[in-house]
């Protein structure tokens, strides 16, 4: 009759680099995810250029295509439906309405775009452009 000596279990050691690369994905997907937070631009609006502006993120903006249609998150819309959506404060930062004008808009009906908004409550108006050479 033969003896049987029971071995001795060896403890495996814990895979560190499972866990790196699910730490590593996670990051991934939250990247991802927040470079889509920015609202695109409107593809139909060919910016302004301009030579000495600074690099900043896109902002939120209105629109102005052009044949002169305000475009707010690929929706048309207009001076006063935009503002009741959408309202300003009088004072402050966010004061500022960003509207980004197309390069072919005529100027005639640029001011006459900044004169309807004026008039249904916006209390400033900044032109959004892109820095030349940038897309």
């Not at 470079?35 to 409107?42: E, R, T």
Request: aromatic share 6%; no cysteine.
């Amino acid at each position: 009759m033969a003896v049987r000596i029971p071995r001795e279990k060896t403890k495996r050691q814990m895979e560190t680099t499972i866990s790196l690369i699910n730490i590593v994905f996670l990051m991934l997907i939250f990247f991802l995810v927040a470079g889509q937070l920015a609202p695109p631009a409107d593809k139909q609006v060919d910016l302004v250029e301009t030579t000495d502006a600074e690099n900043l993120p896109p902002p939120e903006a209105l629109y102005v295509r052009a044949d002169g249609t305000l475009v707010f998150r690929g929706q048309p819309t207009d001076a006063a439906s935009y503002l009741a959506a959408n309202p300003l404060p009088a004072e402050g930062p966010d004061s500022l309405l960003k509207l980004g004008v197309d390069r072919n808009l005529d100027a005639a009906r640029l001011v006459e775009i900044v004169d309807e908004l004026y008039a249904a409550g916006a209390p400033a108006i900044r032109v959004v452009t892109r820095k030349a050479g940038t897309q």
